[in-house]
């Protein structure tokens, strides 16, 4: 058990619609990354927060977008959601120097 | 571009069979180097992890992966592999300063009994 949280764990949502998927890191961590894993395929590297701001970003739309609280939890937000957007949505939690990433079970989601 | 390439996508050993499993990354500079394990259901494991020093690192589980810098590898090995072992490897990269793991696609092992 790593410590970190998401959730729901699955999703079916519509092409279109938005969607808001939720971390919670591991206790004493500061910095929440996020990871996109198609099937067949290594996760990618969506962005990171790290005391709130946003701290690194990959090669993503601007319709993929986050929040860090000051509890250090974390949202992923995606706007007009995409077939493509179907996917595993990974959390990862660690301190800034990413000495080890701990990650969560990850949310699943499924855009019809 | 950065990227990491694992070079077996699907792997079948009996138990007790050796494991290497490849890993190549391409980035000049100095890079963090991570296997992290997945077994079926779970959360994605680290099992060891590369940043500096004797370039054989030895994690958890009996396994071991080697730096190479002239070959910009870090190959993964067990003598032994166990049944337990069934499971998704992914090989990931973070270039020193960066704030983001690059990983491979995958190498999904499955030791039969």
């Known amino acids: 058990e790593t410590g970190v949280t998401q959730s729901p764990t699955h999703l079916i949502k519509t092409r279109g619609q938005q969607v808001t998927l939720r971390c919670s890191s591991q206790?004493?961590?500061?910095?929440v990354s996020w990871y996109q894993q198609a099937l067949g395929q290594g996760p990618q590297f969506i962005f990171q927060y790290y005391r709130e701001e946003e701290n690194g970003r990959g090669n993503f739309p601007p319709r993929f977008s986050g929040l860090q609280f000051p509890n250090y939890s974390s949202e992923l937000n995606v706007n007009a959601l995409e077939l493509d957007d179907s996917a595993l949505y990974l959390c990862a939690s660690s301190d800034i120097d990413m000495a080890e990433a701990f990650f969560g079970q990850g949310t699943r989601l499924t855009v019809v | 571009a950065q990227s990491v390439s694992q070079h077996n996508h699907h792997v079948i050993l009996s138990e007790a069979a050796s494991l290497e499993l490849g890993c190549n990354y391409s980035?000049?500079?100095?890079?963090?180097l991570f296997w992290y394990v997945q077994y079926p259901g779970q959360h994605l494991q680290l099992l060891l992890k590369?940043?500096?020093?004797?370039?054989l690192v030895k994690g958890i589980k009996g396994f071991e992966a080697e730096f190479i810098k002239s070959k910009f590898s870090f190959n993964l090995r067990k003598p032994s592999v166990q049944w337990s072992d069934t499971a998704e490897y992914f090989c990931?990269?973070?270039?020193?300063?960066?704030?983001?793991?690059?990983f491979g696609t995958g190498t999904r092992l499955k030791v039969l009994a």
């Open positions: 990931a990269a973070s270039p020193s300063g960066t704030y983001k793991y690059i």
């Open positions: 980035y000049g500079g100095t890079v963090n």
């Open positions: 590369y940043f500096s020093g004797d370039p």
């Open positions: 206790s004493g961590h500061n910095t």
